[in-house]
């Protein structure tokens, strides 16, 4: 199955759901920040999600306990992968050098950079 884009409201019941790891829409809600959203605006989410593929549910009576089928690290590479192409133009360069920019990292966390990749390198080899 193909991973499509998530809506920031799609994004946060997500969220949500990985961490619970499965819920009721009343859990759901509880787990939000204040101002909570109505009971109706979060169910529609979650069918929109559950038809998109993203997550499934398990019938209890008039009840149903969602549970996520794209798992999180699926969903992180998925939009890590979009980042690099569309704002990096896959270049791993150009994505440290806006961090290091724009973070205003100093020596020390560049000096941390360095030594991570070595042991990267260093396993690889």
């Given at each position: 199955m193909q991973i499509k884009e998530l809506t920031k409201a799609e994004e946060q019941?997500?969220?949500?759901?990985w961490q619970l790891n499965e819920a009721i829409v009343k859990d759901i809600i509880e787990k939000m920040p204040e101002p909570k959203p109505a009971y109706n605006t979060v169910s529609t989410v979650v069918r929109v999600l559950e038809g998109k593929g993203f997550i499934d549910h398990k019938a209890y009576g008039n009840s149903h306990v969602y549970f996520a089928v794209i798992k999180e690290p699926e969903y992180k590479k998925f939009t890590f992968d979009k980042m690099m192409k569309n704002y990096f133009s896959n270049s791993?360069?150009?994505?440290v050098s806006f961090i290091a920019?724009?973070?205003?990292?100093?020596?020390?966390?560049?000096?941390?950079?360095?030594?991570?990749?070595?042991?990267?390198k260093n396993k690889r080899s």
């Open positions: 019941v997500m969220q949500i759901l791993y360069q150009s994505l920019d724009e973070k205003k990292l100093g020596l020390k966390e560049l000096d941390e950079l360095t030594v991570l990749i070595n042991n990267l």
